[in-house]
């Protein structure tokens, strides 16, 4: 039986506006104003804001302790190994994983391309025996959604196209929901790996994790979760979940941007052939060849990104503190307040699930008559920054109708008072643009 991490193990109860007032002041960034307004941060889906201790965090160890880890034997180099090597422990532990199934990388980005460049090294000549459960061949499958980030779709057709591999996608319906009576359809027999977002940046939709994981486990298939939208946002335990890898960014999780980790299972990472290679991840080198280090090390070469982990750990710990679960419930509550206000103005369609279903905190929307960069302007002029354009993900646009939507996304720090001026705002802008 798998345990639950301490973090789920908490009361649900959500955050009120009194304790999100209370945890604004936490962020020094919220304070100011822009074009005479209030700040208004809406934007949190791409980049969220981070607290004093994050910043303290990483100011402290430039500060304290910097220095090169596991390279040396000196005072400040052990202190910075010690505490680089716990925020490993405290990142993995807030997933449910081990320390050594986590890998530090610039973003989930790099995360994918870890995975598809280390695939893609298992299916050429000289790739060892262990590597070969990695290796694609012409014929073989990879799978992903319509929904998908650029992130967790363009390194699958390279390594589509690199390998002869046939890369497949499972459709949406018109609401934007998974088919997944064609996704039983289309995982199958050739079917190697199968890469899905767990909720869309764009339609807020809560993927069914279990279904879609039944479906792969039954081809033979390996799971690759991007998980960037909801580590930040929900409880998240990639045992129960049951998938082979996941992927996600600190810099959408109140930390610093340039740091973000992937996980997965340690057996799998033990054969998988490194991505990078040189200093830190050997073992012995001769003039002729090279040893791996087990992981985590066996993907970390070169000086790591050791300021960004220690702040990457204080803002999970910042998370666990206010209650990850307290936080998704109130994002819930504000996801809905988003949903409904917007349905209620005229000429607004939303994207995603409906008012009352199941969504993370975030609304994408299309303005009949007007650019999505116009309404993002406007919003601009009232201090409300929110998020413009096709949000990384074009076929996913391109199959509901659109180029661009504009998207409004909250995080533990929005009140109601931030989604009421929102919706204002949103309410004005046809008459603006006489649309």
Request: aromatic fraction near 8%.
């Given at each position: 039986m798998v345990a639950t991490p301490a973090h789920l193990r908490r009361s649900a109860a959500a955050l009120g506006n009194d304790e999100v007032l209370r945890i604004r002041n936490d962020f020094p960034i919220l304070q100011q104003h822009v074009n005479g307004k209030p700040l208004v941060y809406l934007d949190s889906g791409a980049t969220s804001q981070n607290p004093l201790s994050v910043l303290e965090a990483e100011q402290e160890f430039y500060e304290q302790r910097n220095s090169a880890v596991h390279r040396g034997a000196h005072h400040l180099a052990v202190e910075a190994t010690e505490v680089f090597e716990n925020a490993r422990e405290t990142v993995a532990d807030f997933i449910?994983?081990?320390?050594?199934?986590?890998?530090?990388t610039s973003n989930a980005t790099e995360g994918l391309n870890l995975l598809t460049y280390s695939?893609?090294?298992?299916?050429l000549p000289g790739a060892t025996p262990d590597a070969a459960r990695f290796a694609l061949a012409p014929g073989d499958e990879l799978v992903v959604t319509e929904m998908?980030?650029?992130?967790?779709?363009i390194p699958w057709q390279e390594l589509a196209a690199r390998t002869g591999a046939i890369l497949k996608f499972i459709p949406i319906d018109d609401a934007g929901a998974l088919d997944l009576e064609a996704a039983a359809g289309i995982i199958g027999p050739r079917t190697r790996i199968l890469a899905f977002t767990h909720a869309s940046?764009?339609?807020?939709?809560?993927n069914p994790v279990a279904a879609l994981v039944g479906l792969a486990r039954s081809a033979g298939a390996l799971?690759?979760?991007?998980?960037?939208?909801?580590?930040?946002?929900?409880?998240?335990?990639?045992?129960?979940?049951d998938v082979d890898?996941?992927?996600?960014?600190?810099?959408?999780?109140?930390?610093?941007?340039?740091?973000?980790?992937l996980y997965g299972r340690s057996e799998l990472l033990n054969a998988m052939p490194p991505f990078l290679t040189g200093g830190s991840m050997i073992t012995t080198?001769?003039?002729?060849?090279?040893?791996?280090?087990?992981?985590?090390?066996?993907?970390?070469?070169?000086?790591?990104?050791i300021s960004q982990a220690v702040a990457l750990a204080a803002a999970v710990n910042y998370l666990t503190e206010t209650g990850i679960d307290r936080i998704h419930a109130w994002e819930v509550e504000l996801?809905?307040?988003?949903v409904q206000g917007l349905g209620s103005i005229p000429g607004i369609r939303v994207l995603g699930p409906a008012a009352g279903e199941e969504r993370i905190g975030l609304a994408a929307f299309d303005v009949a008559g007007v650019h999505a960069h116009d309404v993002g302007q406007f919003l601009d002029s009232r201090g409300i920054a929110v998020r413009v354009g096709h949000h990384c993900a074009q076929p996913l646009h391109r199959r509901l109708g659109l180029t661009a939507t504009t998207r409004a996304s909250t995080y533990l720090y929005n009140t109601t008072d931030d989604v009421d001026a929102f919706l204002n705002a949103v309410s004005d802008v046809r008459a603006y643009f006489q649309a």
């Open positions: 449910g994983a081990e320390w050594d199934e986590l890998i530090w695939f893609l090294n298992a299916s998908e980030h650029h992130a967790n779709l940046n764009v339609l807020g939709t809560i799971v690759v979760l991007d998980a960037c939208q909801s580590v930040p946002h929900l409880p998240l335990d990639v045992k129960a979940l890898f996941a992927v996600f960014s600190g810099h959408k999780m109140l930390a610093p941007t340039g740091i973000g980790a080198v001769t003039m002729e060849r090279a040893g791996f280090l087990p992981s985590p090390q066996r993907f970390e070469a070169g000086t790591q990104r996801g809905q307040r988003l």
